[in-house]
């Protein structure tokens, strides 16, 4: 047995799988997300951009790029008060419809209480349903239009508008909650 491998006794299985894990969860996808310029009009909105980070798992593995609008003039210190808002979340992995709900569902429970999301839930199966499986690459936008509701929009289809501001306002706590997906998401999200 050499000095080396007393020192390191590391088998070589153990290195190839740790080599594999880096190529399959830490090496990025090439392609970042492009999002509109920091002002834009759409639906008939004026937005202006708060923040765009991106959402990296255990700091080290980017999942996705996201963008957070808010209607121009509206008061940016409080997003959750009936302002438009305009979520895009590009995709860096790939993810079934099931577990973008049940993560979404998880998320609300830690920001909304029992009794609402007890009767927002026919309303969160509604965009539950509505969920379809991403890829690397595909963009979600998940936008508020007061007196229009919430869209959701994969690639720039429309699948759902569901109505409600206190629904617009639970949906977006997921990411803007006391007890979002991420802390430092929220508060870059916010421009803080």
Not at 24 to 34: G, K, N
Not at 42 to 63: A, C, H, K, S, Y
Request: with cysteine.
């Amino acid at each position: 047995m050499t000095a080396r491998s007393t020192l390191f006794p590391i088998p070589r299985l153990v290195l190839g799988v740790l080599a594999l894990l880096w190529m399959v969860l830490v090496r990025q996808p090439a392609s970042a997300a492009t999002f509109p310029p920091s002002k834009f009009t759409e639906d008939g909105i004026d937005f202006e951009r708060l923040g765009q980070p991106t959402f990296r798992w255990m700091r080290v593995v980017n999942v996705y790029d996201a963008a957070l609008h808010i209607g121009a003039g509206h008061d940016t210190s409080k997003p959750l008060s009936g302002a438009p808002l305009r979520l895009a979340i590009h995709y860096r992995r790939d993810f079934t419809a099931a577990e973008i709900a049940k993560g979404g569902d998880a998320l609300l429970q830690r920001n909304v209480p029992a009794d609402i999301l007890e009767t927002l839930r026919p309303r969160l199966d509604q965009l539950n349903r509505a969920y379809r499986d991403v890829k690397s690459g595909d963009t979600y936008v998940l936008a508020y239009l007061p007196g229009k509701g919430t869209f959701l929009r994969l690639n720039g289809t429309d699948l759902v508008t569901i109505e409600g501001e206190d629904f617009a306002n639970a949906c977006f706590r997921i990411w803007l909650g006391e007890d979002p997906i991420s802390v430092s998401l929220r508060d870059q999200l916010l421009g803080r």
